[in-house]
């Protein structure tokens, strides 16, 4: 099977732009969710999506958005972007089993640089 | 508050030897708990899971360990070599499909496995 794709793989953008990053989940996966790393906060969950609907949120500000499509794939969008929002964005999908003890598989990332 | 620790930032072990790397979390609705290797500028990638019913799970080189009542697991690779030279993230997860797509990272442990 192949794995977690993302896209772009690296970005630059300016303050005040907005930026849509995607994410392909694995095949037959259905949940996906979304992490930032910086250097600062480690990793941190931003959402998750499942069927099409999103299921958890963490603590970030209404800048950042997403959605999932019906094929399970899923974009995240943040807008008027801040420095502070340069990071490695991680995508990551499940089979979400209804134990909820199964695996995350993560894509490689979006690197995303604010000027 | 930080959930979910990693209380050593940076493990240094001779080849061959054993690396045991530690974490600690407070929240004791965490149910499943997951270890990644990660690599710079890329995604985690998936070591080894357990869940709270049990106190060891392993799969070749790798063991994880759990004592609940501690609120502490840890991750024992056995012989250690060069290639497992990598950031380590402990992460864990509430009970139930709901929490199947977020997870909860500690600051990671940095493993440096000399020839």
């Known amino acids: 099977k192949a794995g977690v794709t993302q896209t772009p793989r690296y970005l630059i953008k300016t303050r005040g732009q907005q930026v849509t990053l995607s994410c392909s989940p694995i095949s037959g996966h259905r949940s996906v969710s979304w992490y930032q790393q910086t250097p600062g906060q480690g990793l941190q969950f931003l959402f998750e999506y499942f069927s099409e609907t999103q299921r958890n949120k963490g603590n970030f500000p209404g800048r950042f958005s997403g959605r999932q499509f019906s094929n399970s794939r899923s974009e995240m969008n943040v807008s008027t972007l801040e420095l502070g929002d340069s990071a490695l964005y991680l995508c990551?999908?499940?089979?979400?089993?209804?134990?909820?003890?199964?695996?995350?598989?993560f894509g490689p990332g979006t690197r995303l640089t604010v000027l | 508050d930080q959930q979910v620790k990693q209380n050593s930032p940076s493990l240094s072990v001779q080849e061959g030897r054993i690396s045991i790397l530690n974490c600690d979390y407070t929240?004791?609705?965490?149910?499943?708990f997951l270890w990644y290797k990660k690599y710079p500028a890329e995604g985690p990638t998936f070591l080894i899971s357990?869940?709270?019913?049990?106190d060891k799970n392993e799969d070749g080189r790798f063991t994880v360990f759990l004592n609940k009542s501690a609120k502490h697991l840890s991750l024992h690779i056995v012989p250690s070599q060069p290639g497992d030279s990598a950031v380590y993230f402990c992460a864990a997860r509430g009970l139930g499909s709901s929490n199947t797509g977020k997870l909860i990272f500690g600051q990671g442990t940095t493993l440096q496995v000399k020839p």
């Open positions: 990551a999908s499940s089979s979400a089993l209804s134990s909820g003890r199964d695996t995350q598989y």
């Open positions: 357990i869940s709270s019913i049990k």
């Open positions: 929240n004791s609705m965490f149910d499943y």
